[in-house]
């Protein structure tokens, strides 16, 4: 509404936040291996509050999408830094707990379009995000400091470390589970884009019902990360072998 946007130019502005997604993926992993992930979450969070805040105050789609692109960017360096983190604390612990840390992830999700439905007819956008930005940065410095020098450690086993032209050189796509986690990644992404754009648009519920949908299905995904270690344990992890 404060760009002057249709649904499907909104749309199209928001998947831009994509290429900064892209550009976190190709470089911040080899910066948290550098420089450990306290300082990347940190930074990220910042940023992404920073950012968030500026471009609900532009009227300009240029600006807002390169802000856009650059909260992509922050976003899924946070994302890179906390599952860093999940991975050694995995490898330290022996046991899977990937899903379950992406299950706790998915339930701050919902609760936050919870209290997002409560609060979208009192409170500006504006208001709502500045706050929101200011109670996440405060909790995450709390948490930062309550794990302590856990996440100041950068990856000491230089072996396995690459340089970006060789990240470049050496990179490939294994197709087959790349098409399958993309096809699961568009529902999630289609989901949560456009869910509430069409139960608030074309069906016409009241803003704090809209996010129902959505959290339906966000409900459903918690169910299935939650669980995700007995069913691997049931069910066995699927394993390619070139020879029978």
Same mark, same amino acid.
């Given at each position: 509404a404060f760009l002057g946007l249709s649904n499907g130019q909104f749309g199209t502005v928001m998947s831009t936040a994509t290429l900064g997604a892209l550009a976190s993926l190709f470089s911040m992993g080899h910066v948290i291996h550098k420089v450990g992930p306290k300082k990347i979450l940190l930074f990220s969070q910042l940023s992404? @509050?920073?950012?968030?805040?500026?471009?609900l105050n532009f009227k300009s789609t240029l600006l807002f999408v390169i802000g856009n692109i650059i909260v992509g960017? @922050?976003? @899924?360096?946070y994302h890179? @830094? $906390?599952?860093?983190?999940a991975f050694n604390v995995q490898d330290r612990t022996g046991g899977l707990i990937l899903t379950r840390f992406h299950g706790m992830w998915a339930i701050g999700v919902v609760s936050t379009a919870l209290l997002s439905g409560v609060l979208v007819e009192f409170v500006s956008l504006q208001t709502h995000i500045a706050i929101l930005m200011a109670i996440t940065t405060l909790v995450l410095l709390l948490v930062l400091r309550r794990i302590g020098p856990a996440l100041d450690q950068p990856h000491i086993q230089n072996d396995d470390d690459i340089t970006f032209k060789q990240m470049f050189s050496t990179f490939r796509i294994d197709w087959l589970p790349s098409l399958g986690l993309l096809a699961?990644?568009?529902?999630?992404w289609s989901t949560t884009d456009w869910a509430t754009i069409y139960t608030r648009?074309?069906?016409?519920?009241?803003? #704090?019902?809209?996010a129902i949908p959505y959290v $339906?299905?966000? #409900?459903m995904m918690i169910l299935g990360?939650?669980?995700g270690v007995k069913i691997s344990a049931k069910l066995g992890n699927y394993k390619m072998r070139s020879e029978e």
């Open positions: 992404t @509050s920073f950012w968030l805040i500026l471009i960017f @922050s976003i @899924s360096a890179l @830094s $906390a599952n860093a983190h699961v990644v568009l529902l999630e648009e074309e069906i016409g519920m009241r803003p #704090g019902l809209a $339906a299905f966000m #409900g990360r939650l669980n």
